[in-house]
């Protein structure tokens, strides 16, 4: 009789540890207990007679989706016409496959489940989890077309929290 339960008890301990590590590979849930901090300056632009601080178009607060965030974010333009979003005091969770997106969709405060509905720009990968950085937006982007900036997950398409954009220009 144990020659018969042998295989079945093999086979299941096969299932069982390719489910765990299906299951760690998607969830990745030791990145709840890892921080990344980045601390970029605020960006400059050099014109002929030195540096020149940048302009602030758009700032906002972030409020919390999935997981606990806070933080500010700021819109900046150069004087050579470039734009940097930048994260200021930004602390949230870390996780897999986060991105900082500029959305044309609404903050709501109980999720953030619609911020890939309409129009999205991926500014890149999320650097540190927390700290102040800096992402560079794509020329040609039109700033007063989008109100939001995310941090999306795209593994399982949640945000982590959201700030609205108030225009100051």
Known sequence: MSRTKSPVLWISTVVVVLAAAIGLYLFQPWRLLTTER????????????GAAQAQQVANGSFI????????????QRLADGTAT????????SDGP??????SDQPVKQDGGGNLDDGKYVDLGDLKG????QNYAIPQGTDLNTFST??????????????????QLT
């Open 64 to 75: 919390s989706h999935e997981h606990e965030t806070s933080g500010s974010v700021e819109i």
């Open 129 to 132: 989890n927390e700290g102040n």
């Open 149 to 166: 900036v995310t941090i999306w997950c795209e593994r399982f398409s949640v945000s982590f929290g959201a700030a609205e954009l108030k």
């Open 38 to 49: 980045v601390d970029e300056a605020a960006p400059v632009a050099t014109d002929g007679q």
């Open 85 to 92: 979003l930048r994260l200021t005091n930004l602390r949230t």
């Open 97 to 102: 496959a986060l991105h900082v997106w500029l």
